[in-house]
């Protein structure tokens, strides 16, 4: 005789035991099902007949006993196994329908085919043309609640021969529906059987029963009664043109199908985020919220931070950061000061480390204009002042080498002086200010540059040339420090060693000179900057795990709420790696929207900073890394309640409310 599609012995199952009562739901079951038979399942409610199915559609495993499919036992296949053989051998069609309330018609149906790794082109195809067979050509974008039940119904029956539907499994197929649309369905059926599917209708109505051409009756988890048991051409006489048995062998190279399919699965699990996100949109934003705050702060705060440096640093760096300056110095109390000559100048300006070089003849000094006294830092200089300080005028322009030669009493002064002595005058060009009494001509005003620390203003200085200061005003040569700016900004150091090995053997191996620079400080600045910068995002990234937490609370509701549907997704085929995917990517999909949203709403945030003359930089490492600190937290957060939507079991999931 020809090898039973499915064959159960000895088959038991049992709930509870340990600590809770032990019940026996099936007690020993022998059943053999061939190729193309029609057969109903008939028992009251309790009699077992719901856990035979799952059992027979591997939704269940028997606590006992050998379910042979095919010849082979699937006892030993592990969940994915079961799933790749659900996928590809049973169809499901259930009492209440079980279709995902969020998916189209169309969509409900070609979830099969998705797991099996259909090409969507192919897929879309088919779906409409079972939806067009079924009579519901013209509602397959409708969802399940815009269907009457018999409508529902049929696409249920429409996914369960998506992939073939070689075992029709049918959970009281007609229960839900009135007389009309109950007809339909078990026409349906009949149809189905013909064609050469195995049709196991469940049931406790006998009317319904009577369209199967065998009937097994349980009771109390036994089978009390079957037809074939009286006449055994009833399976002998199956339709002879059966669909061919779902090879097992096949499932070892279920890696190859898998290969192809995940690019399906995660389009169609990135839809699915998305229909769910948008139509719990309320709820959605208010998960987003979190996250949304939470980058925008990380970006602002980082921005805000690295803006802040770089007005600082470009404060200090215009003070000079590649300058050096050496002065004379007493080596000890009682030794007299080291005097920098001239000539030394001279020397210092020959090494190849020196890109310019100036001295300085300066000291505070009595400014008047008309009946106004001021007192300012009055320097002499050459004409190198404004190209190593980095110094423009704004009003007239720098003295010449003509005036340095000559001697020429000429004056640029600084905004605070212009702003103490000149406020009244319109144009200082050409205005003569008394400086220790002695005569200059204005013929600029330096741009202002404010303070580099805490002490005398910068702006609060005069500029004279040097040949005019030495004779004019102080009488002495010698220059009180010399300003050099280092050739290259990133070698300040090697500039500044330099420079001492020349003076050191220029004065005899005497340390009377020193040098002093401000690289060091602006790189402690800009370490204290960067540490700022640092605790303002780490302040920030606390919204962000806030945020995260949100994610998970949500997800774990989510998982709750859908549970039946991961029994759906189960029951059609999904893995429980496909059920991970699909939660971890809605996970993913908030911390993407929320992450693009918050980046959004920091550079709006920013503008308006920018706005208000608030020192902002964007850094698109600061982004880059607030946008993936969001997807990590998604990832991270997600992965909890998509693991606990994996590990459901199907028929838990089934009949949850």
Known sequence: MQTPLIDLRNIRKSYGGG??????????????IHAGEFVAIVGASGSGKSTLMNILGCLDRPTSGDYLFAGENVAQLD????????????????????????????????????????????????????????????????????????????????????????????????????SHSGAEVMTLLDELASQGHVVILITHDREVAARAKRIIEIRD??????????????????????????????????????????????????QAAWRVMWINRFRTALTLLGIVIGVA???????????SKRQVMAQMGAFGSNIIYLSGHSPNPRAPMGIITLDEVAAVAALPQVKRIMPVNGAEAGVRYGNRDYMAYVGGNDTNFPHIFNWPVVEGSYFSDADEHSAAAVAVIGRKVREKLLHDVANPIGQYILIENVPFQVVGVLIGKGASSGDQDSDDRIAVPYSAASTRLFGSRNPEYVAIAAADASKVKEAEQAIDELMLHLHNGKRDYQLT????????????????????????????????????????????ERTREIGIRMATGARQRDILRQFLTEAVMLSVVGGLTGIALALLIGGVLILSEVAVAFSLIAVAGAFACALVTGVIFGFMPARKAARLDPVTALTSE
């Open 19 to 32: 600590d809770t009562p032990q019940v026996d739901v099936l007690r020993g079951i022998d059943l053999s």
């Open 79 to 178: 969940s994915d196994e079961l799933a790749w053989l659900r996928r590809e051998a049973f169809g499901f069609v259930f009492q209440g329908y079980h279709l995902i309330p969020s998916a189209s018609a169309q969509e409900n149906v070609e979830m099969p085919a998705i797991y099996a790794g259909t090409p969507p082109a192919e897929r879309h195809a088919r779906a409409a043309a079972l939806l067009e067979r079924l009579g519901l050509s013209d509602r397959t974008g409708n969802r399940p609640h815009q269907l009457s039940g018999g409508q529902q119904q049929r696409v249920s029956i429409a996914r369960a021969l998506m992939n073939g539907g070689h075992i029709i499994l049918a959970d009281e197929p007609t229960g839900a529906l009135d």
């Open 221 to 270: 988890g036994e089978i009390i009664s079957d037809t074939a048991d009286h006449d055994p051409s009833v399976q002998t006489s199956a339709n002879s043109g059966a669909l061919q048995a779902v090879d097992l062998r096949q499932r070892l190279v279920d890696g190859s199908e898998a290969s192809g399919a995940w690019k399906g699965e995660l389009l169609e699990a990135i």
């Open 297 to 307: 702060s990380v970006v602002v705060m980082l921005a805000v931070g690295e803006g």
């Open 517 to 560: 620079n401000n690289a060091a400080m602006i790189q402690a600045e800009a370490r204290t900057q960067n540490t700022l910068s640092l605790m303002l995002g780490a302040i920030a990234a606390i919204s962000l795990l806030v945020g995260g937490i949100g994610v998970m609370n949500i997800m774990l509701m989510t998982v709750r």
